[in-house]
């Protein structure tokens, strides 16, 4: 079994930095895409914003380029999204989604929330 346990998330005004965090736990073989997604308030869906795959490689939603960094702590089972210049249409629950071993595993969530 694998845990995933997400923490960082806040509240902040326009224009701050936040950073995320997830960490996975557990039964542990390798992992290969991590990324984070969210669900803006009265969205049905989830939207990636991030994800890096186990050799480096990221891609990221065209509303964050240049203002997200995701990146990944293979030595400690870790994926961070630094994010700067927010705003509040940043605002939503981020979910870490890992592939872990073939498997699909999600975070609990956590709440960033921007202020203007």
């Known amino acids: 079994q694998v845990q995933l346990v997400e923490s960082g998330g806040g509240l902040v005004q326009a224009g701050g930095s936040l950073r995320v965090s997830c960490a996975a736990s557990?039964?542990?073989?390798?992992?290969?895409?991590m990324g984070w997604y969210r669900q803006a308030p009265g969205k049905q869906q989830r939207e990636l914003v991030a994800?890096?795959?186990?050799?480096?490689?990221?891609n990221y939603a065209d509303s964050v380029k240049g203002r997200f960094t995701i990146s990944r702590d293979n030595a400690k089972n870790t994926v961070y999204l630094q994010m700067n210049s927010l705003k509040p249409e940043d605002t939503a629950v981020y979910y870490c989604?890992?592939?872990?071993?073939?498997?699909?595993?999600w975070g609990q969530g956590t709440q960033v929330t921007v202020s203007s």
């Open positions: 994800r890096i795959t186990n050799s480096g490689s990221t």
């Open positions: 989604r890992l592939i872990v071993d073939k498997y699909i595993y």
């Open positions: 557990g039964s542990i073989f390798s992992i290969n895409t």
